[in-house]
C-alpha cells in the first residue's frame, strides 16, 4: 500500500479528488484537514465503498507542516487546498525532502511558472517527482491543444474557454483565487508574442458544444507562457472562463473594471458576501457545464483547418474535472512511468491518460475537425476576380495567409470635440507618423466559419471589426453595435472597400448621414502590400485617415 495524504481534503475539489482515490487500489489514503471532526466525517462516509483504508486528521499547512507530514509517512502528498494565487513552495518541498512526491492542483500562473526552477534540483537530488497545476489548467488544458495540433505544420490560435454550470458548488478559495487578479493584467499570447490584458473584462459571446452561448472573459493561466512559444503559435493563445448567472459575469466585470479605474485596491474583504450570494444567484443556473479548446492553422497535409476538443460535465459532475489530472497523476507515479524531477504536469500527462478517469462520471468528450472553405473576399468577388489582384492583396485575403501582418503606417485625425467623439466611439488610433501597426486576422469564430475578426494595433492602441456576409450576400463590416455594408470591387491594380449602406443594431440609417470611405488596398513597386484609408463625415469633414504598408510577421523590415 502506498500512502496517500491529501491536504484540503475537506474543499470542494478536495472532496471528489477524495472520493476518486478511494476507489483507487494499492492505497492508503490520509485525509486531511484543519478540522479533525471534518476530516474522519469524510474519512467514515467514504469507506463504505472505498477499496483502500481511509483515515482522517487534522493538519494545518501554516503550523508545523513539516512535522506533521513526517508523522504520517506519505509515498506521496497532493495539496488541493487552494488560492495557490499567493502561496508558496512550502508543501512539495516538506514533501520531497521527507522522501514523499508531490502534486498540486494549482493553477496559478507565477506559481507553476516558479515551480520548476526552486524544486526540480531537490527532486532529482531525491530520485522523486513533484507536479503542479494537474487540474484543468494547465494539465488538460495543454493536452488536448497538444492532442489537436500533432504533426501540423502551422498553428495559428488556440482558444481554450471553460464555462462551469452555475448550480456547482464554489467555495470561498476559489472565489478569493477569482478576485486576487480580477482587474489587472493577465498574460495572453497575441500578435505572435506574449502581451497582457485585463482579466475578467466584458469579454465575448461563445458557442459551447452542448451549452450553447456563453459569455466568456480573459483569465489568469499559464497557459499563453507555454503553449505559445512551446506550440509555435502564429497569433493568438487565449484562455477564458465564463460564469453561468449572468449577474455573476457582469457583476464580476463590474469589479474588474473598478479596480482597473483604481477605484478599489482590494476585493478580498468581498469574498464572504459573495458566497452567501451565490445561494441566491445560483437558483436559475444548472448542473451543466463545459470546456472547449479550438486551434486553428494548416495541418498534416497543408491543408487549412481547425480543429475542436470539447468536453461536457453534466449531473453536477463539473467539480470533478479539475481533480482528474491529479487522478491521472497517482496513477502514472504507482506505474512508475514518470522520470525524477519538478515540472508542470503539463509536461508529463497526455489526454488519454486524463479521459481515462473521467469514467465513472457524467463526463463525455468529442473531437471535431473542419475544414476552412473558400476566404471570405473569394466568395464575395468570385475565384477570377481576385486571380487577377496583385500577388500580395491574394496573399493577405487568402484561406491559408498568415494571421499576422505588420508594418508602418501615418495617421491623420480631423479637428473638434465631436471628431474626437466619434473616433473614441470606433476606437479610431491617434494620430501620428512612422507607427508600428500590426494587423490580425482571425478567420471564423464560434457562429460564422467564413466570418473574419480584424484587430489593428496601432503603436498599442487596437480596434477590431467583424467581416461577413449578411443574409443577402453582401460584405458587412460592424465596429461593435455599428456596421457597414461594403461595396467590394478589385481589379488588377487594388481591391476597392467603399460604403454602401449602414446600419445601428440592425436597423438602417440615413444615407444622407452616412460616413463616406476611400479604402483601398493595393502594391508598391516592390510588391509590398499598401493599405490607404480616409473616412469622412457629412457636415463635420475628416474623421481619419490611415494609410501605411504591411508584410507577414516574420518578413524583414521595410516596405521594400
Known amino acids: 500500500m502506498k500512502r496517500v495524504v491529501l491536504i484540503g481534503a475537506t474543499g470542494v475539489f478536495g472532496r471528489r479528488l477524495a472520493r476518486h482515490l478511494s476507489r483507487m487500489d494499492g492505497l492508503d489514503l490520509v485525509l486531511t484537514s484543519r478540522s479533525a471532526d471534518k476530516a474522519l466525517a469524510l474519512a467514515r462516509e467514504l469507506a463504505a465503498k472505498a477499496s483502500a483504508p481511509i483515515s482522517g486528521v487534522a493538519l494545518d499547512r501554516d503550523k508545523g507542516l513539516v512535522a506533521a507530514l513526517a508523522a504520517l509517512q506519505p509515498w506521496l502528498v497532493i495539496d488541493a487546498s487552494g488560492p495557490f494565487q499567493q502561496q508558496g513552495y512550502e508543501v512539495p518541498t ?187 444567484t445560483r437558483l436559475w443556473t444548472s448542473d451543466r457545464g463545459g470546456m472547449r479548446v479550438a486551434i486553428s492553422g494548416i495541418d498534416a497535409k497543408g491543408r487549412p483547418r481547425r480543429a475542436y476538443w470539447s468536453l461536457l460535465a453534466e449531473n453536477d459532475d463539473g467539480p470533478q474535472v479539475p481533480t482528474l489530472a491529479a487522478a491521472a497523476a497517482v496513477r502514472a507515479l504507482l506505474a512508475d512511468v514518470i522520470a525524477p524531477g519538478a515540472r508542470s504536469a503539463a509536461e508529463v500527462l497526455d489526454l488519454a491518460m486524463i479521459e481515462t478517469e473521467m469514467t465513472p462520471y457524467a463526463i463525455s468528450t468529442s473531437q471535431d475537425e473542419r475544414s476552412v472553405g473558400p476566404a471570405l473576399f473569394e466568395t464575395v468577388l468570385g475565384a477570377q476576380a481576385v486571380a487577377m489582384m496583385p500577388a500580395a492583396i491574394r496573399a493577405f485575403h487568402a484561406n491559408d495567409a498568415e494571421t499576422v501582418w505588420h508594418g508602418r503606417a501615418e495617421v491623420t485625425r480631423g479637428e473638434g470635440r465631436a471628431i474626437e467623439l466619434f473616433c473614441r466611439c470606433f476606437g479610431l488610433p491617434a494620430a501620428g507618423s512612422e507607427l508600428p501597426v500590426t494587423v490580425s486576422v482571425t478567420r471564423g469564430d464560434s457562429f460564422d466559419d467564413a466570418a473574419e475578426i480584424w484587430t489593428r494595433n496601432f503603436a498599442g492602441q487596437r480596434f477590431h471589426s467583424r467581416l461577413s456576409l449578411d443574409r443577402t450576400g453582401e460584405l458587412r463590416e460592424a465596429f461593435g453595435p455599428f456596421s457597414f455594408t461594403l461595396a467590394a470591387a478589385g481589379d488588377r491594380e487594388r481591391l476597392a472597400l467603399p460604403i454602401a449602406a449602414w446600419r445601428v443594431f440592425g436597423l438602417p440609417l440615413p444615407r444622407v448621414l452616412m460616413p463616406s470611405a476611400e479604402a483601398y488596398e493595393t502594391v508598391d513597386a516592390d510588391g509590398c502590400f499598401r493599405f490607404d484609408v480616409k473616412l469622412t463625415l457629412p457636415f463635420f469633414g475628416l474623421l481619419a485617415h490611415y494609410r501605411g504598408w504591411l508584410k507577414p510577421r516574420g518578413s524583414s523590415d521595410g516596405p521594400g
Not at 506559481?111 to 526552477?117: A, E, K, L, N, V
Not at 497582457?196 to 499559464?222: C, K, N, S, Y
Not at 468581498?270 to 451565490?278: E, F, G, M, N, T
Open 94 to 280: 516538506a514533501a520531497l525532502l521527507l522522501g514523499a512526491h508531490a502534486v498540486d492542483l494549482a493553477d496559478a500562473r507565477g506559481y507553476i511558472t516558479g515551480y520548476g526552477p526552486q524544486l526540480d534540483a531537490l527532486a532529482k537530488e531525491r530520485g522523486l517527482v513533484a507536479l503542479a497545476g494537474a487540474s484543468s489548467t494547465p494539465a488538460l488544458s495543454a493536452a488536448a491543444a497538444r492532442e489537436l495540433s500533432e504533426g501540423w505544420e502551422r498553428l495559428d490560435s488556440i482558444d481554450i474557454a471553460i464555462t462551469p454550470g452555475g448550480r456547482s458548488e464554489v467555495g470561498p478559495s476559489v472565489i478569493a483565487a477569482i478576485l486576487s487578479y480580477a482587474g489587472t493584467p493577465v498574460p495572453i499570447w497575441r500578435e505572435g508574442e506574449l502581451q497582457a490584458i485585463p482579466a475578467w473584462g466584458v469579454g465575448e459571446v461563445i458557442d459551447m458544444p452542448g451549452l450553447g452561448p456563453r459569455r466568456v472573459a480573459p483569465v489568469e493561466t499559464v497557459d499563453a507562457e507555454t503553449l505559445g512559444p512551446g506550440l509555435s503559435v502564429r497569433s493568438r493563445v487565449s484562455f477564458s472562463a465564463g460564469l453561468e448567472a449572468g449577474v455573476e459575469q457582469w457583476g464580476l466585470a463590474l469589479l474588474a473594471w473598478l479596480r482597473r479605474r483604481g477605484s478599489v485596491a482590494d476585493l478580498a474583504p468581498l469574498v464572504p458576501y459573495l458566497v452567501k450570494a451565490r445561494k441566491v
